[in-house]
């Protein structure tokens, strides 16, 4: 049975707090993107993937995720532990020597969940192509995801990959693009416009649909929903998802200056205390 959406709920504060927790503890690592993508993640691991027990690298059979923008890796690393990947207690040894929970999550660690190194920007959505290609070819009916930031669009292999996925109907996959405006040097706009990325999708081909409350869980699982209904027609699917970046923390948003850093114990403090909920079961 799925998680109702009070479940759901807390376990995006938890999530929060194992966030703020990791990079705290090593004074490295990047909260922004990652409290503000919480939800989305949190959603689809818990309601909307269709996920085998265990982990298998070939993943065939069950719905699977990319992530792209490897550097929000505190939140992913989170949800794949609170979904069963890997023990909890192992979010303690993140960024550290030896650890498989490295800053950019890689494979050769070997940790359950980890489909693609995604130091580099740019790239996950040529990998994801390539996964729901070989669906196809093995007749697999399940979907492939993936997430990407919107700063991380002007890596020029994105519309590569767009217009490759368009031409070859590539149907099976959903790329979702965190769109919260905001980058490591600075507003999108600011650093690199680039226009109406929607018209920049559907001008490529994709079907394009937008969630506007991108931290709202119920908001979310309607919105990939939807998403889902439309595969299988012919067209790759995109999904904007409207997202705060540190949301959950109020020193955190409205601004790019979290992309990156990592809060002291007086502001890890502030934070946890605005993401309290019964039953935390912090590692």
């Not at 800053?103 to 192509?129: D, F, K, N, W, Y």
């Not at 997430?147 to 790329?175: C, F, P, R, T």
């Amino acid at each position: 049975m799925k998680p109702n959406t009070q479940q759901l709920n807390n376990l995006t504060i938890q999530v929060r707090r194992d966030i703020l927790r990791m990079v705290h503890a090593v004074n490295s690592g990047h909260p922004g993107g990652s409290l503000g993508c919480t939800e989305f993640l949190v959603a689809l691991y818990q309601n909307l993937m269709e996920r085998k027990p265990g982990f298998d690298m070939d993943g065939k059979g069950e719905d699977i995720f990319f992530l792209s923008n490897g550097h929000i890796s505190p939140v992913f690393y989170s949800v794949l532990a609170r979904s069963g990947y890997f023990p909890v207690a192992e979010l303690a040894t993140f960024r550290q020597i030896n650890s498989r929970l490295q800053g950019h999550p890689t494979t050769h660690e070997g940790l359950p969940g980890i489909r693609m190194a995604s130091g580099s920007l740019g790239q996950g959505m040529s990998v994801a192509i390539g996964a729901a290609l070989t669906k196809k070819l093995n007749k697999d009916s399940h979907l492939v995801y993936s997430l990407h930031g919107d700063g991380e669009l002007q890596e020029g292999q994105n519309w590569e990959a767009m217009m490759y996925a368009s031409a070859y109907k590539v149907d099976n996959y959903i790329a979702t693009i965190d769109l919260n405006g905001k980058q490591i040097d600075g507003p999108t706009d600011e650093v690199l416009n680039m226009g109406s990325i929607r018209a920049k999708f559907e001008a490529f081909g994709w079907d394009v649909l937008e969630i506007e409350k991108g931290n709202d869980i119920e908001a979310i699982i309607a919105g990939m929903t939807d998403a889902k209904s439309r595969t299988g027609k012919g067209k790759p699917v995109c999904v904007l998802l409207h997202t705060e970046m540190g949301n959950g923390v109020d020193y955190m948003m409205y601004s790019h200056a979290w992309h990156g850093k990592a809060p002291n114990d007086e502001q890890l403090a502030t934070a946890l205390a605005q993401n309290y909920c019964e039953g935390e079961s912090d590692y």
